[in-house]
């Protein structure tokens, strides 16, 4: 079992930076991909940014030069960099982490930051 615990989220102004933080912790194998996703009310939830293996990333296209996902191996950690944020930027933000296991991907999911930004 990954256990992730998430923080960061907040309210910002249009144009603010938020950071936030997923840190895995428990049975963690060799890092696999871990994305960050996010939920507006009365929306489905969407993929925002991820990071695999060899710190390939990528981003859907409405954050694209405004967000940045890095990993920290030491600590098991992955980081969501907000920058330029928006008011349609507002969401529950959470984090996936992907692990591989006897042939097949486990997912899990972290309690999810709420991310307000508003004036």
């Known amino acids: 079992q990954v256990q992730l615990v998430e923080s960061g989220g907040g309210l910002v102004q249009p144009g603010g930076s938020l950071r936030l933080s997923c840190v895995a912790s428990?049975?963690?194998?060799?890092?696999?991909?871990v994305g960050w996703y996010r939920q507006a009310p009365g929306k489905q939830r969407e993929l925002v940014a991820t990071?695999?293996?060899?710190?390939?990333?990528d981003y859907v296209d409405s954050v694209k030069g405004r967000f940045t996902i890095s990993r920290d191996s030491a600590r098991n950690a992955v980081h969501l960099q907000m920058n330029s944020l928006k008011p349609e930027d507002t969401a529950v933000y959470y984090c996936?982490?992907?692990?591989?296991?006897?042939?097949?991907?486990?997912?899990?999911w972290g309690q999810g930051t709420q991310v307000t930004v508003s004036s």
């Open positions: 990071v695999a293996a060899g710190d390939v990333t």
């Open positions: 996936n982490w992907k692990q591989p296991r006897a042939g097949t991907i486990d997912d899990y």
């Open positions: 428990g049975r963690i194998f060799s890092f696999y991909a």
